[in-house]
């Protein structure tokens, strides 16, 4: 039948998964702006008469964007089965029908709507994900550029802030890092990512040639054994880099297949379409457009799989590392991936595995490949709004709410929310050196669900354009360094840490109107709350007597008496829940 919303579900997707192996989370999309109330029903998937055994719950509109109202609500799953249907009412007509929403479609009649299954939640197939990854704040270090310790000099001091070029190698080492922990600890850091530190002829080293010797240019298996034990003992992690989807040109199995041709045992190791290898043109495959010192890998191939996985693993066994971040991810195949996880969490159940994927990742984040990914969709929607200042609020706040119910929650808070990597403009640039705007995106990324990324020297206010200029030496010198962004992030790494709000997956837009952003982060014990002013004018904030502000930007922004927020400025409150 028709009815007056449009609607939408989907059983076993973002709209309806386990959470637990005895509770699920069910989502219904209605129309925006439909004034209606929808409630849940739910029972085994074996019961004789639903209408009477049901359990019937009002669900919560929890966000909306331009198309769709979002609601939300956690069932319990005694018995693991699950046969559910919907029913949407009329708030302006509360004595008529009510519809129901079931595997049929739409109807008054709720034999003829049908039912929603969730046939059984398995323990095994559970999106099971690290509890640490709630509080964390992640830190990307490019080695080459970070920190040089030791007697070896590739450049001098003054070489090291002048503008990088592709091939300049600047002498940063795993010493360098090690030496720095107690500056990463104070910042707040929980997680520090490195990019590649594999044997590899450039100062990236996304062009392997050993993925079980660490490059002398960084230092030693042992540094980096050091490193990772000192970072633990002070309560960071540390995550490597791995480069699955292709190999440097002198990766030994490639040197082989270049000089045996069809007779070497790795030909099918590769992607080589001709008799012969053909270096110009390029007639391999490789990362790409025909990078020919980036050599693509035939990961379906066992022998690769066997080898790839084995790295996996040697280096968690061996120095105990806590996860991958995986280059080019969305180029590899799911069955490998998912043959990644099972080796990766039968080593180290709580090891976090990060894709680097810059558009919808819902094909690996079903909980049997990745965690989480770089999440390159969020840095687009910040950017946006705070920095561009190309979309407005109510623009902002409807990809936010739609990028959140894009995917499971237990991928939300696995998420690297990043404002910049090694791979992009620095924020401070395309800011043009506007501090206030880079604070809010900087707030914006701390107080959304996941973790934030924070890219090395962001937090002093570095600058840099496209790549290689985002890949300077870190400012060390002090007078150089931006104070104000740098006490900011400790601050926000420190709530992100101490409030449990700002741990949930929960997000809610509050206030979207012309130059006024609220939202609340929600968990079992607190609440918290962010409004942000983007308007250039003093505005008015409701704020509950028994609130406390945790942080106001800048510093003397909010008025507590009288409740005014001033210009371009932002608040975090929590509320009192008693």
């Known amino acids: 039948m028709q009815i007056r919303w449009k609607w939408f579900h989907r059983s076993q997707s973002p709209f309806a998964y386990a959470l637990t192996s005895h509770r699920a989370r069910l989502v219904c999309a209605i129309e925006a702006g439909a004034a209606v ?12 008469q639903f209408a009477k055994e049901c ?93 040089r310790a030791g007697s070896k000099e590739h450049v001098s001091e003054s070489e090291w802030y002048t503008t990088p070029t592709a091939s300049l190698r600047l002498g940063g080492n795993l010493a360098g890092i090690l030496e720095k922990l107690p500056f990463l600890q104070e910042l707040g850091v929980g997680l520090i990512y490195l990019t590649p530190i594999f044997l590899a002829d450039s100062n990236h080293k996304y062009n392997t040639t050993d993925y079980l010797q660490v490059d002398p240019d960084f230092g030693t298996f042992h540094d980096v054994a050091r490193l990772v034990e000192e970072a633990h003992q002070r309560g960071m992690r540390v995550m490597l880099d791995a480069v699955f989807n292709h190999a440097g040109y002198d990766f030994a199995p490639f040197q082989d297949v270049l000089h045996k041709g069809k007779d070497s045992a790795y030909w099918d190791w590769f992607f080589i379409h001709g008799d012969t290898v053909s270096i110009e043109p390029v007639n391999y495959e490789t990362f790409a457009n025909d990078v020919r010192s980036m050599p693509k890998l ?39 991936w998912r043959k990644f996880r099972e080796t990766v969490k039968s080593c180290h159940p709580q090891s976090l595995i990060i894709g680097e994927v810059w558009h919808d990742s819902l094909p690996w984040l079903q909980g049997d490949q990745f965690d989480g990914v770089m999440n390159y969709l969020f840095r687009e929607n910040v950017l946006d709004y705070f920095i561009r200042e ?64 924070i890219y090395y020297g962001d937090e002093v206010g570095m600058e840099g354009g496209a790549d290689p200029d985002c890949r300077r030496g870190m400012e060390w010198r002090k007078e150089r360094q931006n104070q104000n962004i740098l006490n900011l ?89 008693k």
Not at 311 to 336: Q, S, T
């Open 37 to 48: 109330a929808v409630h849940v029903y739910t029972a085994d998937r074996y019961v004789s």
């Open 55 to 147: 359990l019937c719950q009002e669900m919560r509109k929890n966000g909306s964007d331009e198309n769709w109202d979002w609601y939300v609500i956690d069932v319990e799953v005694p018995t693991r089965r699950l046969l559910y249907q919907f029913s949407i009412t009329d708030r302006q007509e509360p004595d008529g029908l009510p519809v129901f929403l079931g595997g049929h479609g739409a109807d008054t009649d709720r034999s003829l709507a049908g039912y929603f299954h969730l046939p059984y939640l398995c323990s095994r197939d559970l999106y099971q994900v690290p509890e640490w990854v709630r509080q964390t704040t992640v830190y990307q270090i490019f080695p080459d550029r970070f920190y």
């Open 298 to 336: 035939n990961v379906a191939h066992p022998d690769v799989e066997a080898y790839l996985l084995q790295v996996a693993r040697y280096w968690i066994e061996e120095i105990g590392i806590d996860g991958w971040r995986l280059d080019v991810a969305n180029e590899v195949d799911h069955v490998f």
């Open 390 to 453: 190309t979309t407005d609020e109510k623009t902002y706040a409807a990809r936010m709410t739609n990028l959140l119910y894009s995917y499971p929650r237990q991928a939300n808070l696995c998420m690297f929310n990043l404002l910049g990597s090694h791979d992009t403009e620095r924020v401070m640039t395309l800011a043009n050196h506007r501090e206030d705007k880079v604070a809010r995106a900087l707030i914006a990324q701390f107080t959304f669900p996941g973790m934030p990324m």
């Open 489 to 577: 992030i400790k601050r926000l790494a420190r709530l992100k840490r101490e409030e449990s709000a700002l741990a949930s997956d929960y997000l809610n837009f509050l206030r979207v109107e012309p130059g006024i952003l609220q939202y609340e982060r929600v968990s079992e014990d607190s609440r918290s709350r962010v409004l942000i002013t983007f308007n250039h004018r003093p505005s008015t904030v409701s704020l509950p007597i028994s609130g406390e502000v945790l942080l106001a930007y800048p510093e003397q922004a909010y008025d507590l008496s009288s409740q005014m927020l001033a210009p371009d400025g932002v608040v975090i409150t929590r509320v009192d829940t």
